[in-house]
């Protein structure tokens, strides 16, 4: 079985460009997450997404939208891009977005702004 | 705020030894506690989980201990090897849909053969 895909893998953008990131999640899972990881830093929360619905939101500004879609899969937007929004971007999937449940994370998205 | 610490950004042990790693919070009052493994370039991979409920859980060479009253969880790997070096993440989260995983800035852990 197919674990988590996100895409691209990398991208290089410029200050005040939109960025799109895509996940794909594991097959049957319904919720996707989304997590923002600074060299030397653990993940931090952006969005979790379950059945198509926001369900919970990190302490982003809101440049930052997401959405999920039918098939589960999911699309993390990013607008008006700043030097410090360069970061890994990691996408995590889990049956039904419970807290005791495993979070399957993917490779992640490494985004360069410069 | 709350505030998760994993005792130090390095840890270098040698093969066959005990490596423990710690993870103390402040300000929460977390239902799971979660260790996960992230290699460079990859995203973290789950290797426990244990509830507020639970002492100590152990999975292979693995053990998390997790005392409330101290705000502390311990992670030991035992016999140690090459293959264990990775950052080690530790994670905590309430028991309630959408409040997400709370993440330490980890710990590195290399093995030395």
């Known amino acids: 079985d197919a674990g988590v895909t996100q895409s691209p893998t990398h991208l290089i953008k410029t200050r005040g460009q939109h960025v799109t990131l895509r996940c794909s999640p594991i097959s049957g899972h319904k919720s996707v997450s989304w997590y923002q990881q600074v060299l030397g830093q653990g993940p931090q929360f952006i969005f979790q997404?379950?059945?198509?619905?926001?369900?919970g939101r990190g302490n982003f500004p809101d440049r930052f939208s997401a959405r999920q879609f039918p098939n589960y899969s999911s699309e993390l937007n990013v607008n008006a891009l700043l030097l410090g929004d360069s970061a890994l971007y990691l996408c995590?999937?889990?049956?039904?977005?419970?807290?005791?449940?495993?979070?399957?994370f993917g490779p992640g998205t490494r985004l360069l702004v410069l | 705020s709350q505030k998760i610490e994993q005792n130090s950004e390095a840890l270098n042990i040698q093969e066959g030894k005990t490596a423990t790693l710690t993870c103390n919070y402040t300000?929460?009052?977390?239902?799971?506690l979660q260790w996960y493994r992230q290699d460079p370039g990859r995203g973290p991979v789950f290797l426990l989980l244990?509830?507020?409920?639970?002492k100590e859980k152990r999975k292979e060479r693995l053990k998390v201990t997790f005392d409330t009253t101290l705000k502390q969880s311990l992670f030991h790997i035992t016999a140690s090897q090459p293959a264990d070096s990775a950052t080690y993440l530790c994670a905590l989260s309430r028991n309630q849909a959408g409040t997400a995983l709370i993440f330490g800035k980890g710990t590195t852990l290399s093995v030395s053969s």
């Open positions: 300000n929460y009052s977390p239902a799971y």
């Open positions: 997404y379950y059945e198509k619905e926001e369900r």
């Open positions: 995590a999937s889990s049956l039904g977005g419970y807290n005791q449940e495993t979070q399957y």
């Open positions: 244990i509830r507020e409920n639970e």
